[in-house]
């Protein structure tokens, strides 16, 4: 099964190199990453204009204008090739292993459309916390609307889902409602509990997460 990952930036210089070796470093080889540059003020294009001459499965996609990670991540999903996407974004990693044990996770779950996995945190300068943010086996509507579970750099969703339910808006939680939207329609997402996403916590106001229940 080919994966489409998703990967919008956004003056993202400092982490996307990381990010993009996170996805090159994987297990499973049947990928594209697609990069969607959102008119970066820095050399974040740069930087991944030369990992996509060394490996053909980087496809480097440039916003006419900025449109915000929702547009980007909606051009990439467009652009995807694969019956899966998997989303990533710029600062954050995976565990070499994620989208190995997630499609192994899928062939043993076949109803799953729609699913994510644990998380693991490391601050802005890549020294890990002790916090692991377990998930779930099943989400539900009902209890996605008690608390957001679902980091979208962990999901892995069908691409006819994204296209059918395309992302809106750049508020704090742009994919929140995408997801409650999706959770009308199938029963549940699926939750493998490993923390193959290694999630950087910094301090733009988007990027924090409520790691308890409220």
Request: glycine fraction near 4%.
């Given at each position: 099964?080919?994966?489409?990952?998703v990967?919008?930036?956004?003056?993202?210089e400092?982490?996307i190199?990381?990010?993009?070796?996170?996805v090159l470093?994987?297990?499973?080889?049947?990928?594209?990453?697609?990069?969607?540059?959102?008119c970066?003020?820095?050399?974040?294009?740069e930087?991944?204009?030369?990992?996509?001459?060394?490996?053909?499965?980087?496809?480097l996609?440039?916003?006419?204008?900025?449109a915000?990670?929702?547009?980007?991540?909606?051009?990439?999903?467009?652009?995807?090739?694969?019956?899966?996407?998997?989303?990533?974004?710029?600062?954050?990693?995976?565990?070499?292993?994620?989208?190995?044990?997630q499609?192994?996770?899928?062939?043993?779950?076949?109803?799953?459309?729609?699913?994510?996995?644990?998380?693991?945190?490391?601050n802005?300068?890549?020294?890990?916390?002790?916090?692991?943010?377990?998930?779930?086996?099943?989400v539900?509507?009902?209890?996605?609307?008690?608390?957001?579970?679902?980091?979208?750099?962990?999901?892995?969703?069908?691409?006819?889902?994204?296209?059918?339910?395309?992302?809106?808006?750049?508020?704090m939680?742009?994919?929140?409602?995408?997801?409650?939207?999706?959770?009308?329609?199938?029963?549940?997402?699926?939750?493998?509990?490993?923390?193959?996403?290694?999630?950087?916590?910094?301090?733009?106001?988007?990027?924090?997460?409520?790691?308890?229940?409220?």
């Amino acid at each position: 099964m080919k994966v489409s990952v998703v990967m919008p930036a956004y003056n993202a210089e400092k982490y996307i190199e990381a990010a993009v070796r996170s996805v090159l470093g994987q297990t499973w080889t049947d990928f594209e990453l697609l990069i969607i540059d959102d008119c970066s003020q820095d050399a974040t294009a740069e930087i991944a204009g030369s990992l996509a001459e060394r490996d053909e499965r980087i496809i480097l996609l440039k916003n006419a204008r900025n449109a915000g990670v929702s547009a980007s991540r909606n051009t990439g999903v467009a652009w995807a090739r694969g019956e899966w996407i998997a989303f990533l974004d710029s600062d954050d990693l995976w565990r070499e292993d994620k989208l190995e044990r997630q499609l192994e996770f899928i062939r043993h779950c076949p109803e799953a459309a729609l699913t994510y996995t644990a998380s693991a945190f490391i601050n802005e300068e890549g020294y890990a916390y002790g916090y692991i943010l377990e998930a779930e086996a099943e989400v539900t509507y009902e209890t996605l609307l008690r608390r957001n579970l679902l980091s979208c750099s962990s999901v892995m969703v069908r691409r006819e889902l994204m296209l059918r339910y395309p992302m809106g808006g750049d508020r704090m939680h742009e994919d929140y409602a995408v997801w409650l939207l999706i959770l009308r329609e199938i029963r549940c997402a699926y939750g493998l509990n490993e923390p193959l996403l290694i999630y950087r916590q910094n301090q733009q106001p988007h990027r924090i997460v409520l790691v308890h229940p409220v």
